[in-house]
């Protein structure tokens, strides 16, 4: 399944073509690739939000159990209010990047990418149709792609985060960029799934 974006046509521009080319879209395997696709970018826009929003306010005290609970008490609130919440108050997912960003887990770059990979987001999820039926749409791969490198970024920045205070003292010669969370090992696997999956259309269209 090509994920790049193909040069637009019309059923009047070429309707031999065009049918081969809706034939082709509509193929069993073609669809399913489309759905895994789907679901692995929502998945990996998930697990960002969660290493922005959920991490940061993790790493000022609040409980990841029970919602509202600060484990560092009143300090740790009024630290993560005064240190993050600040930054963009009317925006916890941009006042996290922001902090992310400030701390040099990620670069104004990529910052600025997550508005692109958010707005797909959004059209893959109210607009799944069209990339089903419609023969010039196609789901964006580089923007998955650079979704999953700023996740491997954030998750690195937070394992570098658990060596700093002690996390990891026990173990010798820790390597951050060789550590990988629970999170990210999912994903991989999930990748990886997508990727054999790709390899075998013809299996799957004789299902």
Avoid at 45 to 67: C, N, Q, T
Avoid at 69 to 86: I, P
Avoid at 165 to 180: L, S
Wanted: glycine share 4%; charged share 25%.
């Amino acid at each position: 399944m090509s994920l790049c974006h193909a040069q637009r046509m019309s059923y009047a521009d070429d309707s031999a073509v065009w049918r081969q080319r809706l034939k082709a879209k509509l193929a069993p395997h073609r669809i399913r690739s489309t759905l895994t696709f789907v679901a692995l970018y929502q998945m990996t826009h998930e697990m960002i939000k969660h290493a922005v929003i959920e991490d940061v306010r993790g790493f000022y005290g609040h409980s990841p159990l029970e919602s509202g609970t600060w484990l560092t008490g009143e300090q740790g609130r009024s630290r993560y209010n005064r240190d993050v919440l600040a930054l963009a108050p009317k925006n916890v997912f941009r006042a996290s990047l922001q902090w992310l960003q400030a701390s040099e887990a990620i670069s104004p770059a990529q910052v600025a990418r997550l508005d692109d990979i958010y707005e797909h987001r959004h059209e893959l999820t109210h607009e799944l149709t069209k990339f089903i039926v419609d023969v010039d749409s196609e789901p964006d791969l580089d923007l998955l792609t650079d979704a999953v490198q700023i996740m491997r970024d954030i998750s690195r920045f937070w394992i570098q985060v658990d060596k700093d205070i002690g996390t990891f003292d026990e173990h010798e010669d820790v390597d951050v960029h060789e550590v990988r969370s629970g999170s990210l090992l999912v994903l991989d696997m999930c990748i990886q799934a997508y990727v054999e999956g790709l390899n075998m259309p013809e299996a799957g269209a004789s299902e």
